[in-house]
């Protein structure tokens, strides 16, 4: 197993390499020189020189690129054009928010998301089926941040249960959980039902029936056991759109994240938190992918023995 | 394929009550869109600040926004702005990863390994992360979203060309042409390429309805269309200030988005339906 997760991680550093040097070229690929784009406007030319030794400017690109990924393994992430902090500190402080935002979402969608599958599943073709599934229609081409301002509109505005915005307490997380969150649940929910629908029909299920064992026990220990492992896989590669539903929902509701830092980042052409927030959110995806690789092959001792 | 043959499913598809439902909202959609000058009496960028928070009226059915102007307009004109973006977008994304994928799937070797490391690298990300990256390059407006959505939907149907591509190539019509001393630029688009299409434009029409959230979510975000220009995305993003005093503003447009999005994923579904009972009179 952990030489599995040693390889799996292995494979990443290329992938990682590849994203990074996107994000690196973003600088150059803008229009403008990279100097103007690293300083505020009416800066002194010894500052310019500054910011050019700093990132080896007058260097070939290739230099640039490893000077700039040196600075990035070792937690430097330049500093930010407006404000003048360590982009560091901004993404440390942010991180935390979004990390807790993804978080409680991914739990909230496979929670709901599996049970409304069973029921779909156990239910199928019926009443509750169809209504499970059409919500799950609507719910997965809703645009995220329209939910989420629906939400504030009825409970934030009209009902007055839960804060309009912000970060404070953990009423603040209700609605914004519940707006990224949804979007994933129609996802599990499909595949929880058709994986349990394929399950049942298995032969081993045909001998439980035979034994005489309560039908909702074959459902529940027997045949979601089974039905789970594509749902995990699915869950984890959903991570990174869970995180970039985040991306919206921050925006949305004024939470502070790496989401709505990015977006502030983007309109002000403050390029060194830009490129820090992105390679944050494609690490974490690459990190939900490994981490959901690893989780199949816990659960499914096919994948584990053929590992072996 | 002549075009009766082509458009055929497509009419199909409105038998069935869902897909008749589905396809008459995109009529509608696309209609208002194309007609906006013509079906309202008032500007997209008229002000008229007295008359501004106007609940909705005879003369403005759905009201008017902040500043007055008429938020029917505004929606109309907003329809151009989002389902021409986003089609566009598909277009280019279309017509780029066919190309990439059919030639890759059919010349193999170095450079299909090539375009697959670099289509499996971009498919592991969410759209809005390459989107975003996208829009950090170019800049904010309409050519950057264009790019973002042009180059997040790439890899999708470059996977799919190629292994449409893939499945035929070895078909005994494709050697027919071959020994009959065709070349390979024939062969993939006379002979290939057509023969793949059906499953590439459904794909490209269900793609839209992503692109079309994907436009709105950026243009919320202020990287869409610049203002004065109203996209549905850009609307929703100045109503989140009004949100209090005239809740229509951010509703009508999402409105718009979700039932547009639902519309084409039904009409999509009923066009496979209608595709897959094709196939299998032919074969039978």
Redesign the interface.
Known sequence: MLAFTFRRLLALIPVFLAVSLIIFLILHLIPGDPVDNLIKIGASAGQRAEIEARYGLDRPLPVQYLVWLGNVLQGDLGTAIVGRRAVSAIVAQALPYSLMLGGCALLFSSILGIALGIVAALKRDRWPDQAIMGGVLIGSTMPGFWLGLMLILVFAVWLGWFPVSGARGWTSLVLPVLTVGLGGTALVARVTRIAMIEAGQRDFVLLLHAKGLPVWRIQLFHVLRHALIPVVTILALRIGWILGGSVTVEVVFARPGLGSTLIKALAQHDYPVVQACLLMLAVAVMLGTLLGDILQAVMDPRVRTALQ | MNMAAALAPAATALRSPKGAIAGGWLLLVILGAILAPWLTPYGYDVQNLPGAFQPPNAQHWLGTDEFGRDLLTRLLYGARTSLSVSAVAIGISVTAGLILGAVAGYFGGRLDRAVTVVVD?TW??????VA??L???V??GVTGTLAAIGVAYLAQFTRLARAQIMAIRAETYVEAARSLGASDAFILFRHLIPNTLSPVLVAAMLAT?DAI?LE??LG????GAQPPIPSWGAM?SS??AQ??RA?GI??FP?LC??AT??AI?LYGDALVRALDIRSRARTH
């Not at chain 2, 592991?124 to 992360?129: G, T």
């Not at chain 2, 919320?220 to 990287?223: A, I, Q, R, S, T």
Request: charged share 5%; net charge negative.
């Open positions: 690298l592991s990300f969410p759209e809005i992360l975003l990256i829009v950090a390059i800049g904010p309805g959230i709105a979510t919320f975000f202020g990287l929703m109503g989140t949100l209090f809740p951010i509703l999402g988005v979700a999005v639902v994923n």
